[in-house]
Each structure stands twice: as C-alpha cells, then as structure tokens.
C-alpha cells in the first residue's frame, strides 16, 4: 500500500486543549487528506492538501488547522478541543487530484475529548 | 451533495449473492468502492468512470449507469471475509474531491 502511518493511534483528551495529529507517508504522494468518521456520517473531509504548504479547506473544517511543510507530513490541529470533535480520523493520499485515483487510507487515529 | 447508498445494511448466509446501490443526485463523473472492516482503514476496491463500464475481480464486481447516476456493486456467493462496511465516493467531475456515501454494513453468517 501506500505506506501511511497516524499517530497517535489512540488519544484521550480533555476539552479545550490543542490537539495535533500526524500523517506521514513514504509514497510521495502529491495530494493528502484528513477526514472525520463518525457513525450515521461516512467519511467527512475537513482539509486537504496539494503540495507543500498548499492547503485548502473541505467541507468540515470549522474548529480544525493543517500544516504541511514536507511531502510527507501532513498535520491536523484541533486548536481547542471540544467534545463534538470526538471522532476517528482518517489521513489519505493519492498519486493525483482527479477523481479517477484511489485513495489510500491510514489506519486512524481515534480522539476521544473529554 | 452527499450520494446515498442503499441499503443500509444487510445479514446474508454465506454463498449468498448481495447488491449494493450507490445513487447521486447530480451527474457523476467517477464512482469509487472501498470496502472498511470493523477497526480497520478503508480499503481501495474498485474505480468506475463514465461511459457506463462494469469491472471485477474475484466475486465482487461493480456496474455503473451514468444515465441514472448510479453505481451497483455485486457480491456473489459471499465469503464471512467480505464482511464489513461499504461505502462509496462519488466525483462529479474529472477535478472534483471525492464525497462519500455513510456505508452500507453487510454481515455475512456462516
């Protein structure tokens, strides 16, 4: 696969505290993702990014900051935690932006706020 | 807009035939199946572009109307290992980002 890993795979925090999640992939793979899990949801993306230092954000980005200052590093930062941002998240990558590429998905991160 | 899957779920015995129906309300460029088991990542299963092309490998395999805008995905004779949550993602055009559906859970007994 693509050879992506989360960390942390697990965290327990509490409300109001900064928060940072990290992807790494070693595919150098152009373009990457965050996306939130939530039961009754399916997949929601909340940024995204198209290269070094090129983010944009998707359709759930409120509450959320990303940085990605290398190929392979993709952060995403919950500036103050809050209980509704409990979720498991999910970083992916593809080779291209059209739609015709597969992504390919970490194992997730599951965030638990308190 | 967000494409609706159906059903939401489905119990099958093993060796029995399952459909999953992925709809959009807006014309679709590309259709994408991932196949999620419990605690795991999403996994790639299959891509379908316009022009109404059908693919497959193995038992599972995936049909796709550009007319109706929908996709189907089959699972004939099902395995306990094709257990699990699918979704599908669905592009409007070439540059769009994927929008995926909730997942239809399918259980397969012994």
């Known amino acids: 696969d693509a050879g992506i890993t989360q960390s942390p795979r697990h965290k327990v925090t509490e409300t109001g505290t900064p928060v940072t999640l990290r992807c790494h992939q070693t595919e150098n793979h152009r373009y990457m993702y965050w996306y939130r899990q939530d039961p009754g949801h399916g997949l929601r993306l909340i940024h995204y990014?198209?290269?070094?230092?090129?983010?944009d954000k998707g359709e759930v980005s409120d509450g959320y900051s990303v940085s990605r200052s290398k190929t392979e590093d993709f952060l995403l930062t919950l500036e103050s935690a809050t209980s509704s941002q409990t979720s498991v998240y999910f970083c992916a990558t593809t080779r291209s932006v059209y739609s015709n590429q597969p992504q390919h998905f970490g194992d997730g991160t599951r965030l638990s706020i308190l | 807009q967000q494409p609706v899957q159906s059903p939401q779920a489905v119990i099958l015995r093993e060796g029995e035939d399952a459909v999953i129906n992925c709809s959009s309300s807006?014309?679709?460029?590309?259709v994408h199946w991932y196949r999620q088991k419990h605690g795991e990542a999403p996994v790639f299963l299959m891509i379908?572009?316009?022009?109404?092309e059908q693919k497959g490998h193995d038992k599972i395999s995936a049909s796709f109307n550009e007319k109706k805008q929908q996709s189907s995905l089959y699972l004939t004779a099902s395995q306990l290992s094709y257990s699990g949550t699918y979704f599908c993602g669905t592009g409007g055009t070439r540059d769009d980002k994927i929008i995926f559906g909730k997942g239809t859970r399918l259980h397969i007994l012994p």
């Open positions: 990014s198209y290269g070094v230092k090129d983010t």
């Open positions: 807006k014309a679709l460029y590309s």
């Open positions: 379908l572009l316009k022009g109404g």
